[in-house]
């Protein structure tokens, strides 16, 4: 990249926020309607104009190529294809950090895995209406076990798990034994 290609760049993506701010100063949008127009921007130029839009680390220390050259992209042929999904569902702010890993996972499983921001119209209607509807499909959620994490956990507690939480076994047998599609859905950010 030139020196100029890198100025251009940078004014692109500075005029392109400048825009957003001026937009966003508007009072007759609703709250709900510039949280879309940020997401919008968000998906369209990313945090950063150096950034590599598929894994999002700064240009000059991209993992693409580290990914797809580790990983066999092939789908297997065993029929169990299509039986398995991921969804990495990212907080708008947490959407093109350098930091995020749930990017590097829809590079490495691009058959399985698809990153979704929570917040941006069309990708919350794929939530809605191609995950969370369909009944011939699992949904679960990877959320961490909070009971695990308290200190001084007394062992006389009551240890009995509520019948929401499954266990990866469960989830493999659901697989195996029912065909059943299961989507992981990883919850992916700064969610306050």
Not at 66 to 91: A, F, I, R, S
Not at 101 to 114: D, F, M
């Amino acid at each position: 990249m030139t020196i100029e290609q890198v100025k251009e760049q940078k004014n692109l993506h500075l005029r392109a926020s400048e825009a957003l701010q001026i937009r966003l100063q508007s009072k007759d949008l609703s709250g709900k309607e510039k949280h879309e127009i940020m997401c919008q921007h968000r998906l369209k130029y990313g945090r950063h104009p150096f950034s590599c839009p598929n894994c999002w680390s700064y240009l000059p220390v991209c993992v693409c190529d580290l990914v797809e050259k580790q990983l066999p992209q092939e789908v297997p042929d065993d029929g169990t294809d299509n039986l398995l999904q991921v969804v990495v569902w990212t907080h708008h702010r947490e959407w093109g950090l350098t930091s995020n890993t749930g990017s590097i996972l829809a590079l490495a499983i691009p058959n399985y895995c698809k990153l979704l921001m929570k917040g941006l119209p069309e990708h919350d209607k794929i939530l809605e209406e191609t995950i969370l509807q369909d009944e011939n499909c699992l949904v679960v959620v990877l959320w961490p076990d909070q009971s695990k994490r308290k200190e001084g956990n007394n062992k006389d507690e009551d240890e009995t798990v509520p019948s929401s939480i499954i266990s990866l076994d469960q989830v493999k047998d659901e697989i195996r034994k029912n065909q059943r599609r299961v989507v992981l859905i990883a919850v992916d950010g700064t969610w306050r």
